[in-house]
């Protein structure tokens, strides 16, 4: 499987992906009685699908990574490890600013805090998305996967066809059923097995017509099964994958590669300071408020991104699984 080459696009799509996730948040807080109301309300109704953007995303490339890594099952533990130091330390990290902006706002508020102990504890593993940081949700998703894929990935590789022709119309069929209320990845999978059929499609040298296929079935299954808005946003994200071949801005591609600090700390810090800011600002000037709320959550998730994103993805690279195993690729 030809592998080798860079997905540029990717950095495009991650950053199409937060900056809609942060447009909705944002734009659900400056809704109310002014002359952009019905903009931002078109940000928070249609912001949300950059979430399925991201499902799609790691679908391709986390499968890609470990094919170009020639991974194999005995470094299941490994490629575990190696997600938990990628993501884990800066989720910590924001789940502590979290927290201790929302100890301020209830001593400042005079209500009572919004967490217990037990909370906390479970939000340490994705179990509990605190209330003010809803955005968490997704990386419990995002975690289940990880743990799916480390074992898929090795069916789907060695019985490819066989793998296919079962997994996905069962998969599918999990989808609705009552299990994606103990493993919520399900209610999500197919969103991830668009990326999983486009990954196959773009290293496959040969007759792809299976995959197109099961390509077709999933998106099919997107648009039946869920929001109209989801599943246009997962069509358009593995098109772009497989038949992009331009150029990404490199503003575009640098906010790509900050997306996840982006994501990880925008509702705490970005909600609060427009909650703190509207009661001071006119109302028709809320577009200037919206314009410095996200220039602020950019610059310090750069700084994030610098000082714990970074040095924890270095971090992951050093573990390795695989046979002279190459550069990574930035997942």
Same mark, same amino acid.
């Given at each position: 499987?030809?592998?080798?080459?860079?997905?540029?696009?990717?950095?495009?799509?991650?950053?199409? %992906?937060? $900056?809609?996730?942060?447009?909705? *948040?944002?734009?659900?807080?400056? /809704?109310?009685?002014? @002359?952009?109301?019905? =903009? &931002?309300?078109?940000?928070?109704?249609?912001?949300?699908?950059?979430?399925?953007?991201?499902?799609?995303?790691?679908?391709?490339?986390?499968?890609?990574?470990?094919?170009?890594?020639?991974?194999?099952?005995?470094?299941?533990?490994?490629?575990?490890?190696?997600?938990?130091?990628?993501?884990?330390?800066?989720?910590?990290?924001?789940?502590?600013?979290?927290?201790?902006? %929302?100890? $301020?706002?209830?001593?400042?508020? *005079?209500?009572?805090?919004?967490? /217990?102990?037990?909370? @906390?504890?479970?939000? =340490? &593993?994705?179990?509990?998305?605190?209330?003010?940081?809803?955005?968490?949700?997704?990386?419990?998703?995002?975690?289940?996967?990880?743990?799916?894929?480390?074992?898929?990935?090795?069916?789907?590789?060695?019985?490819?066809?066989?793998?296919?022709?079962?997994?996905?119309?069962?998969?599918?069929?999990?989808?609705?059923?009552?299990?994606?209320?103990?493993?919520?990845?399900?209610?999500?999978?197919?969103?991830?097995?668009?990326g999983t059929m486009?990954?196959?499609?773009?290293?496959?040298?040969?007759?792809?017509?299976?995959?197109?296929?099961?390509?077709?079935?999933?998106?099919?299954?997107?648009?039946?099964?869920?929001?109209?808005?989801?599943?246009?946003?997962?069509?358009?994200?593995?098109?772009?994958?497989?038949?992009y071949r331009g150029?990404?801005?490199?503003?575009?591609?640098?906010?790509?590669?900050?997306?996840?600090?982006?994501?990880?700390?925008?509702?705490?810090?970005?909600?609060?300071?427009?909650?703190?800011?509207?009661?001071?600002?006119?109302?028709?000037?809320?577009?200037?408020?919206?314009?410095?709320?996200?220039?602020?959550?950019?610059?310090?998730?750069?700084?994030?991104?610098?000082?714990?994103?970074?040095?924890?993805?270095?971090?992951?690279?050093?573990?390795?699984?695989?046979?002279?195993?190459p550069k990574p690729?930035?997942?």
């Open positions: 499987m030809e592998t080798k080459r860079k997905v540029q696009s990717l950095g495009l799509l991650r950053a199409v %992906a937060v $900056l809609m996730v942060v447009l909705c *948040h944002f734009g659900k807080a400056l /809704t109310k009685d002014n @002359i952009f109301g019905h =903009l &931002f309300n078109l940000f928070y109704e249609y912001g949300k699908y950059g979430v399925q953007i991201f499902f799609v995303v790691s679908g391709f490339i986390i499968p890609l990574s470990m094919d170009k890594a020639k991974y194999k099952i005995k470094y299941y533990f490994n490629f575990l490890l190696k997600r938990v130091l990628r993501l884990h330390p800066p989720y910590l990290l924001a789940l502590l600013i979290t927290l201790i902006l %929302a100890i $301020l706002a209830s001593h400042f508020k *005079h209500v009572p805090f919004s967490e /217990t102990p037990a909370s @906390i504890t479970k939000s =340490l &593993f994705y179990l509990v998305a605190p209330a003010e940081n809803p955005v968490f949700w997704s990386l419990k998703i995002e975690a289940e996967y990880y743990i799916f894929i480390g074992l898929y990935f090795i069916i789907l590789s060695r019985f490819t066809k066989l793998t296919i022709y079962i997994s996905i119309p069962l998969l599918i069929f999990i989808s609705q059923t009552v299990l994606i209320d103990y493993i919520q990845l399900f209610n999500f999978i197919i969103f991830f097995l668009i486009g990954y196959l499609i773009y290293t496959k040298n040969n007759s792809k017509v299976l995959e197109y296929v099961a390509l077709i079935c999933l998106i099919s299954s997107s648009f039946y099964f869920y929001e109209i808005g989801a599943a246009i946003a997962s069509l358009f994200t593995i098109a772009v994958i497989l038949f150029g990404v801005p490199k503003a575009f591609d640098f906010y790509g590669e900050i997306s996840y600090s982006v994501y990880l700390i925008h509702f705490p810090i970005g909600i609060k300071l427009l909650n703190l800011a509207t009661r001071h600002f006119n109302t028709n000037l809320y577009w200037i408020l919206f314009l410095i709320a996200n220039i602020v959550v950019s610059a310090l998730a750069f700084i994030f991104w610098k000082f714990v994103e970074k040095p924890s993805a270095d971090l992951s690279n050093k573990i390795k699984y695989g046979e002279k195993e690729l930035p997942v």
